[in-house]
Antibody, heavy 114, light 112 residues
């Protein structure tokens, strides 16, 4: 059974760096073909894909945020990470990690506020 | 970026009614490998999205067969044959053929 769970700071201030962790089980990011992605959803709005990382360490980013995003993984601990630099209120959202499109975490709410 | 246009934005249905949701793409979603990476997701209130249909018409394991998907290239449809109360929520199409991965704006299904 595949599970994913996100964790994050909950609240942070504008201009800070948001660090998110996805801890998963039921698969390995060292296995050929496996990947984990990050998607976010502002309250009451739609879904926006942010980034993906693959078993071979290939990384893909949404061009609209590319300069602010860094995705990474820790294969031995079954974790994936996302950092977003220089956050502002527009980054307030629920952040999901997922083995797209099939398996999704429960999401973590992040609020950017001064 | 590929734009996915979903219609209608909201849908109101009675139990047992059949409904359809359209998803139109700004580009063909047929990949060079021959697959078409158009998926349908349901997000129930307060929950994470759930995969219903993958690659246009393949029913995800555990999903009731009242859900079906069809289409090709740029025009796709999700059909629910006999809506049940548990089907309420927001339906999204998403494409993974072209980078970046994109989602439709969603169709909210309400039960009358």
């Amino acid at each position: 059974q595949v599970t994913l769970k996100e964790s994050g700071p909950g609240i942070l201030q504008p201009s800070q760096t948001l660090s998110l962790t996805c801890t998963f089980s039921g698969f390995s990011l060292s296995t050929y073909g496996m990947g984990v992605g990050w998607i976010r959803q502002p309250s009451g709005k739609g879904l926006e894909w942010l980034a993906n990382i693959w078993w071979d360490d290939d990384k893909y980013y949404n061009p609209s945020l590319k300069n602010r995003l860094t995705i990474s993984k820790d294969t031995s601990n079954n974790q994936a990470f996302l950092k977003i630099t220089n956050v502002d209120t527009a980054d307030t959202a629920t952040y999901y990690c997922a083995r797209i499109p099939r398996d999704w975490g429960q999401g973590v709410m992040v609020t950017v506020s001064s | 970026d590929v734009v996915l246009t979903q219609t209608p934005p909201t849908l109101s249905a009675t139990i047992g009614q059949s409904v359809s949701i359209s998803c139109r793409s700004s580009q063909s979603l047929l990949d060079s490998d021959g697959d078409t990476y158009l998926n349908w997701l349901l997000q129930r209130p307060g929950q994470s999205p759930q995969l219903l249909i993958y690659s246009v018409s393949n029913l995800e394991s555990g999903v009731p067969n009242r859900f079906s998907g069809s289409g090709s290239e740029t025009d796709f449809t999700l059909k629910i044959s006999g809506v049940e109360a548990e089907d309420l929520g927001v339906y999204y199409c998403m494409q993974a053929t072209h980078a970046p991965l994109t989602f439709g704006s969603g169709t909210k299904l309400e039960i009358k």
